[in-house]
T-cell receptor
Framework: GQNIDQPTEMTATEGAIVQINCTYQ??????LFWYQQHAGEAPTFLSY??LDGLEEKGRFSSFLSRSKGYSYLLLKELQMKDSASYLC??????????WGAGTKLIIKP | NAGVTQTPKFRVLKTGQSMTLLCAQD?????MYWYRQDPGMGLRLIHY???????AKGEVPDGYNVSRLKKQNFLLGLESAAPSQTSVYFC????????????FGPGTRLTVL
Protein backbone atom coordinates (compact mmCIF):
# COMPACT_ATOMS: atom_id res chain seq x y z
CA GLY A 1 0.00 0.00 0.00
CA GLN A 2 0.91 3.65 -0.13
CA ASN A 3 2.00 5.38 3.03
CA ILE A 4 3.27 8.79 4.08
CA ASP A 5 4.56 9.22 7.64
CA GLN A 6 5.30 12.44 9.46
CA PRO A 7 5.26 13.38 13.16
CA THR A 8 1.89 14.46 14.51
CA GLU A 9 3.10 17.47 16.45
CA MET A 10 6.31 19.40 17.12
CA THR A 11 7.14 22.33 19.37
CA ALA A 12 9.88 24.87 18.78
CA THR A 13 10.99 28.26 20.09
CA GLU A 14 10.72 31.55 18.23
CA GLY A 15 13.99 32.31 16.45
CA ALA A 16 15.15 28.68 16.46
CA ILE A 17 15.42 26.07 13.69
CA VAL A 18 13.10 23.07 13.27
CA GLN A 19 13.25 20.07 10.93
CA ILE A 20 10.05 18.24 10.00
CA ASN A 21 10.63 14.77 8.58
CA CYS A 22 8.55 12.81 6.08
CA THR A 23 9.04 9.20 4.98
CA TYR A 24 7.09 7.63 2.18
CA GLN A 25 6.31 4.39 0.39
CA UNK A 26 4.33 4.91 -2.80
CA UNK A 27 3.65 3.24 -6.12
CA UNK A 28 5.90 5.35 -8.28
CA UNK A 29 7.36 8.77 -7.61
CA UNK A 30 6.89 11.98 -9.53
CA UNK A 31 7.95 14.43 -6.87
CA LEU A 32 7.33 15.45 -3.29
CA PHE A 33 5.46 18.54 -2.17
CA TRP A 34 5.34 20.46 1.09
CA TYR A 35 2.32 22.59 1.91
CA GLN A 36 1.59 24.87 4.84
CA GLN A 37 -1.88 24.98 6.35
CA HIS A 38 -2.91 27.47 9.01
CA ALA A 39 -5.82 26.42 11.22
CA GLY A 40 -9.13 26.82 9.42
CA GLU A 41 -7.48 27.75 6.13
CA ALA A 42 -6.55 26.13 2.85
CA PRO A 43 -3.18 24.45 2.23
CA THR A 44 -0.68 26.68 0.42
CA PHE A 45 2.31 25.48 -1.59
CA LEU A 46 5.78 25.70 -0.06
CA SER A 47 8.13 23.51 -2.09
CA TYR A 48 8.53 20.77 -4.68
CA UNK A 49 11.42 18.29 -4.92
CA UNK A 50 11.83 15.72 -7.66
CA LEU A 51 15.63 15.28 -7.62
CA ASP A 52 17.80 14.37 -4.64
CA GLY A 53 19.23 17.25 -2.70
CA LEU A 54 18.38 20.46 -0.96
CA GLU A 55 16.15 23.23 -2.31
CA GLU A 56 16.35 26.54 -0.47
CA LYS A 57 13.71 29.28 -0.48
CA GLY A 58 14.40 32.03 2.00
CA ARG A 59 13.87 30.74 5.54
CA PHE A 60 12.49 27.42 4.25
CA SER A 61 14.49 24.56 2.75
CA SER A 62 13.38 21.12 1.62
CA PHE A 63 15.53 18.02 1.19
CA LEU A 64 14.86 14.81 -0.70
CA SER A 65 16.50 11.38 -0.77
CA ARG A 66 14.66 9.14 -3.22
CA SER A 67 16.70 6.05 -2.36
CA LYS A 68 15.70 6.37 1.31
CA GLY A 69 12.11 7.47 0.67
CA TYR A 70 12.78 10.47 2.88
CA SER A 71 12.32 14.20 2.88
CA TYR A 72 12.53 16.98 5.41
CA LEU A 73 11.38 20.57 5.63
CA LEU A 74 13.76 22.90 7.46
CA LEU A 75 12.43 26.15 8.89
CA LYS A 76 14.97 28.70 10.11
CA GLU A 77 14.57 31.84 12.24
CA LEU A 78 11.15 30.70 13.36
CA GLN A 79 8.42 33.30 13.69
CA MET A 80 5.11 33.06 15.51
CA LYS A 81 3.31 33.13 12.15
CA ASP A 82 5.01 29.81 11.27
CA SER A 83 2.65 28.10 13.72
CA ALA A 84 0.69 25.88 11.33
CA SER A 85 0.39 22.34 10.05
CA TYR A 86 2.91 21.20 7.46
CA LEU A 87 1.68 18.64 4.95
CA CYS A 88 3.93 16.29 3.01
CA UNK A 89 2.51 14.88 -0.24
CA UNK A 90 4.01 12.53 -2.81
CA UNK A 91 2.93 12.43 -6.46
CA UNK A 92 2.57 8.79 -7.45
CA UNK A 93 2.88 7.05 -10.82
CA UNK A 94 -0.63 8.26 -11.80
CA UNK A 95 0.30 11.87 -10.96
CA UNK A 96 -2.06 11.82 -7.99
CA UNK A 97 -0.99 13.31 -4.68
CA UNK A 98 -0.80 10.99 -1.68
CA TRP A 99 -0.96 13.07 1.50
CA GLY A 100 0.50 12.63 4.94
CA ALA A 101 -1.65 13.51 7.95
CA GLY A 102 0.37 16.65 8.58
CA THR A 103 2.66 17.89 11.34
CA LYS A 104 1.27 20.53 13.67
CA LEU A 105 4.06 22.95 14.53
CA ILE A 106 3.67 24.98 17.72
CA ILE A 107 5.97 27.98 18.15
CA LYS A 108 6.57 29.25 21.68
CA PRO A 109 7.92 32.73 22.48
CA ASN B 1 -8.04 37.02 -9.91
CA ALA B 2 -10.15 35.38 -7.23
CA GLY B 3 -8.26 32.09 -7.63
CA VAL B 4 -10.29 29.12 -6.37
CA THR B 5 -13.57 29.85 -4.61
CA GLN B 6 -15.97 27.49 -2.87
CA THR B 7 -19.65 27.84 -2.01
CA PRO B 8 -20.93 27.52 0.70
CA LYS B 9 -18.35 28.01 3.47
CA PHE B 10 -20.41 26.19 6.10
CA ARG B 11 -23.42 23.88 5.97
CA VAL B 12 -25.35 21.69 8.38
CA LEU B 13 -27.42 18.85 6.92
CA LYS B 14 -29.67 16.20 8.35
CA THR B 15 -29.06 12.56 7.48
CA GLY B 16 -30.60 11.78 4.11
CA GLN B 17 -30.63 15.34 2.78
CA SER B 18 -28.86 16.23 -0.42
CA MET B 19 -26.66 19.17 -1.36
CA THR B 20 -24.21 20.44 -3.96
CA LEU B 21 -20.89 22.10 -3.28
CA LEU B 22 -19.67 24.48 -5.94
CA CYS B 23 -16.03 25.10 -6.83
CA ALA B 24 -15.04 27.81 -9.28
CA GLN B 25 -11.61 28.83 -10.59
CA ASP B 26 -10.65 31.75 -12.80
CA UNK B 27 -7.11 30.61 -13.68
CA UNK B 28 -8.08 28.60 -16.76
CA UNK B 29 -6.76 25.42 -15.14
CA UNK B 30 -7.49 22.08 -16.76
CA UNK B 31 -7.32 19.86 -13.68
CA MET B 32 -9.70 20.13 -10.74
CA TYR B 33 -9.99 18.05 -7.58
CA TRP B 34 -12.27 17.46 -4.63
CA TYR B 35 -10.70 16.37 -1.33
CA ARG B 36 -11.98 15.76 2.15
CA GLN B 37 -9.91 16.44 5.25
CA ASP B 38 -10.63 14.68 8.53
CA PRO B 39 -8.79 15.05 11.87
CA GLY B 40 -5.68 12.89 12.08
CA MET B 41 -5.82 11.92 8.42
CA GLY B 42 -4.28 13.24 5.26
CA LEU B 43 -6.30 14.85 2.52
CA ARG B 44 -8.19 12.16 0.64
CA LEU B 45 -9.15 12.49 -3.00
CA ILE B 46 -12.87 12.04 -3.72
CA HIS B 47 -13.13 12.77 -7.45
CA TYR B 48 -11.12 14.68 -9.98
CA UNK B 49 -11.36 16.04 -13.52
CA UNK B 50 -8.67 16.43 -16.17
CA UNK B 51 -10.76 18.71 -18.35
CA UNK B 52 -14.22 20.00 -19.20
CA UNK B 53 -16.73 17.17 -19.51
CA UNK B 54 -14.48 14.56 -17.86
CA UNK B 55 -14.52 13.16 -14.32
CA ALA B 56 -12.84 10.25 -12.56
CA LYS B 57 -13.00 8.53 -9.18
CA GLY B 58 -10.42 9.10 -6.51
CA GLU B 59 -9.65 7.21 -3.33
CA VAL B 60 -13.00 7.71 -1.55
CA PRO B 61 -15.75 8.29 -4.17
CA ASP B 62 -18.65 6.39 -2.56
CA GLY B 63 -21.62 8.58 -1.68
CA TYR B 64 -20.49 11.46 -3.89
CA ASN B 65 -21.05 12.49 -7.50
CA VAL B 66 -19.40 15.22 -9.55
CA SER B 67 -19.89 17.17 -12.75
CA ARG B 68 -17.63 19.41 -14.83
CA LEU B 69 -19.93 20.95 -17.42
CA LYS B 70 -17.85 24.13 -17.68
CA LYS B 71 -14.08 24.33 -17.44
CA GLN B 72 -14.15 26.81 -14.58
CA ASN B 73 -16.66 24.93 -12.39
CA PHE B 74 -16.49 21.59 -10.58
CA LEU B 75 -19.56 20.50 -8.60
CA LEU B 76 -19.60 17.92 -5.81
CA GLY B 77 -22.96 16.36 -4.94
CA LEU B 78 -24.10 14.40 -1.93
CA GLU B 79 -27.31 12.58 -2.83
CA SER B 80 -28.15 11.25 0.64
CA ALA B 81 -25.91 12.67 3.32
CA ALA B 82 -24.59 10.46 6.13
CA PRO B 83 -22.86 11.42 9.41
CA SER B 84 -19.66 9.82 8.04
CA GLN B 85 -19.56 12.61 5.45
CA THR B 86 -19.05 15.24 8.15
CA SER B 87 -15.75 16.76 7.08
CA VAL B 88 -13.99 19.77 5.60
CA TYR B 89 -14.11 19.67 1.82
CA PHE B 90 -11.42 21.32 -0.27
CA CYS B 91 -11.43 21.96 -3.97
CA UNK B 92 -8.15 22.41 -5.85
CA UNK B 93 -7.06 23.15 -9.39
CA UNK B 94 -3.84 23.04 -11.35
CA UNK B 95 -2.57 23.82 -14.87
CA UNK B 96 -1.92 21.13 -17.47
CA UNK B 97 1.62 19.93 -16.65
CA UNK B 98 0.98 16.96 -14.34
CA UNK B 99 3.68 17.90 -11.84
CA UNK B 100 2.42 21.43 -11.33
CA UNK B 101 1.33 22.52 -7.89
CA UNK B 102 -2.32 22.47 -6.88
CA UNK B 103 -4.09 25.64 -5.74
CA PHE B 104 -6.71 25.20 -3.05
CA GLY B 105 -10.01 26.89 -2.31
CA PRO B 106 -10.86 28.04 1.24
CA GLY B 107 -12.86 24.91 2.10
CA THR B 108 -16.42 24.01 3.03
CA ARG B 109 -17.12 22.78 6.55
CA LEU B 110 -19.99 20.29 6.38
CA THR B 111 -21.74 18.75 9.37
CA VAL B 112 -24.25 15.95 8.92
CA LEU B 113 -26.48 15.31 11.93
Amino acid sequence: GQNIDQPTEMTATEGAIVQINCTYQTSGFNGLFWYQQHAGEAPTFLSYNVLDGLEEKGRFSSFLSRSKGYSYLLLKELQMKDSASYLCAVMDSNYQLIWGAGTKLIIKP
Amino acid sequence: NAGVTQTPKFRVLKTGQSMTLLCAQDMNHEYMYWYRQDPGMGLRLIHYSVGEGTTAKGEVPDGYNVSRLKKQNFLLGLESAAPSQTSVYFCASKPTPPTDTQYFGPGTRLTVL
